[in-house]
């Protein structure tokens, strides 16, 4: 079946430590994106990603960096520099036709991370 | 810059009634696409209906339906025959021609039996 994993569904991280949450998709989408989930503050993006080894920063991307070594997956790490880390993570992707995004995103379940 | 606005933080709607929920946006993109996404208590994102920015006609899924204003950069949606399950947070977004997709703040649905 087709889709796209975050993993894992659950994470602790003590303060002061970098952690990777994993993102991976067979789908064959150009686009990926990460996205932090807060209460009462909807979807705001952290990184995309349109193509293999080319990502682009969102609107709060400080404290996080991404990779894209493959277009299957796109992993973010969450640094010792993100000062309030504790939020809903989702990744997305989507295919680019044309050189617009024109067609729904396919999202992961998700990944709660808490820092204790 | 692309920007999303969702100014109804709650709504509630009466079991088989109609509701709207409202969305704002505003893109320099001159080709750009609006959705709806649907996210229940289980937290997965589910798509509800799409809208392309160069067709005037208002995209309809069974009781979801989208009053698309371009001019305004309104795009609301309006959930007929409102059922139990409908209960979630709904998203507006918008992408396009920058590729990425960025989304409003969330509407609460609550569905009253």
């Known amino acids: 079946d087709g889709g796209i994993t975050q993993s894992p569904k659950y994470l602790f991280r003590k303060e002061g430590q970098n952690v990777t949450l994993s993102c991976e998709q067979n789908?064959?989408?150009?686009?990926m994106y990460w996205y932090r989930q807060d209460p009462g503050q909807g979807l705001r993006l952290i990184y995309y990603?349109?193509?293999?080894?080319?990502?682009q920063k969102g609107d709060i991307a400080e404290g996080y960096s991404v990779s894209r070594e493959k277009k299957e997956s796109f992993p973010l790490t969450v640094t010792s520099a993100q000062k309030n880390p504790t939020a809903f993570y989702l990744c997305?992707?989507?295919?680019?036709?044309?050189?617009?995004?024109?067609?729904?995103?396919?999202f992961g379940q998700g990944t709660r991370l808490t820092v204790v | 810059a692309q920007t999303v606005t969702q100014s109804q933080p709650e709504m509630s709607v009466q079991e088989a009634e109609t509701v709207t929920l409202s969305c704002t946006y505003d893109?320099?993109?001159?080709?750009?696409?609006l959705f709806w996404y649907k996210q229940p208590p289980s937290r997965q994102m589910i798509l509800v209906i799409r809208?392309?920015?160069?067709?005037?006609q208002n995209a309809t899924e069974n009781r979801f339906s989208v009053n698309f204003q371009k001019a305004a950069k309104s795009f609301s949606l309006k959930i007929s025959d409102s059922q139990l399950g409908d209960a979630a947070m709904y998203f507006c977004a918008e992408g396009g021609g920058a590729q990425k997709l960025v989304f409003g703040q969330g509407t609460r649905l609550t569905i009253n039996p």
């Open positions: 893109t320099s993109e001159s080709d750009y696409y």
């Open positions: 990603s349109q193509i293999v080894n080319d990502f």
């Open positions: 789908l064959n989408h150009d686009a």
């Open positions: 997305a992707s989507s295919t680019i036709t044309g050189g617009e995004l024109n067609t729904e995103a396919f």
């Open positions: 809208q392309e920015a160069y067709k005037q």
